[in-house]
């Protein structure tokens, strides 16, 4: 499988793949590459773990945004965020992480996942778009929380791109900064972005079953009504 997708003339990167002719022939760079020796071997570890769900991550996403079945690619991003929030959950758990440096290094260019976005929002159609509670903690002079509007398309591209920002720095030998950067991140924004992605999908699957459940036994109880008009 290629690592680099061209779609309407636009490529686009997720995994530091190096374009070259375009036709995916390029080698693969290490998506989940040593860590030096001079990192601690437990921190080293660690991260390392996280690179490989990061990769699978980012590897999932392009994958299922070329999908044609919407109800498929329904239920296999609500496995994928599931388990990317599962990095999440063991890096909030974590005492922070220090960088080596006072300033983050260049990380150099980011992926344009522009394609990306636009290409779930177009197998996401009809259910892009959801209604979200900002912060559960915070209430408005009335005491109410406040309520969002949000799209799966925006938030999932934009988890992609802060995991993929943090895996430019583990591939290029920079651990902590890598750990800090996933860390940092996740607290600050693709943790409750994913969090969000979650619950939305999540109400996906559960109207297209329980409401179908809930048709049938409509369609059931007013069967079984016919039937007794009928007898009496």
């Not at 570890?45 to 945004?65: H, K, M, P």
């Not at 599962?86 to 290094?105: I, K, S, T, V």
């Not at 260049?106 to 929002?121: C, K, N, S, T, W």
Request: net charge negative; glycine share 8%.
């Amino acid at each position: 499988m290629s690592d680099v997708h061209a779609g309407d003339g636009v490529v686009f990167d997720l995994t530091g793949v190096v374009p070259g002719d375009g036709d995916g022939s390029d080698a693969v760079l290490d998506l989940a590459g040593g860590a030096p020796p001079a990192v601690d071997p437990e921190a080293a570890e660690f991260a390392q773990q996280i690179a490989d769900q990061v990769a699978s991550f980012l590897l999932a996403l392009r994958a299922i945004a070329q999908e044609e079945d919407a109800g498929r690619a329904v239920s296999l991003l609500l496995l994928e965020v599931s388990q990317v929030l599962l990095a999440g959950a063991r890096l909030g758990m974590q005492r922070d992480f220090d960088p080596a440096d006072e300033f983050e290094p260049d990380a150099g260019p980011d992926p344009d996942l522009d394609e990306l976005r636009l290409r779930l929002a177009r197998l996401l159609d009809g259910v892009d778009l959801f209604t979200e509670v900002f912060d559960p903690y915070t209430l408005d002079a009335e005491g109410r929380t406040e309520l969002v509007e949000a799209s799966l398309s925006d938030d999932l591209t934009s988890v992609a791109s802060a995991l993929a920002h943090g895996l430019l720095h583990f591939r290029a030998g920079r651990v902590m900064e890598a750990l800090w950067w996933w860390q940092f991140s996740y607290v600050a924004s693709w943790g409750s972005e994913a969090s969000g992605a979650l619950r939305a999908l999540q109400s996906i699957v559960a109207h297209d079953r329980l409401d179908a459940d809930f048709a049938g036994e409509v369609e059931r109880v007013a069967a079984a009504d016919e039937m007794l008009e009928r007898r009496g």
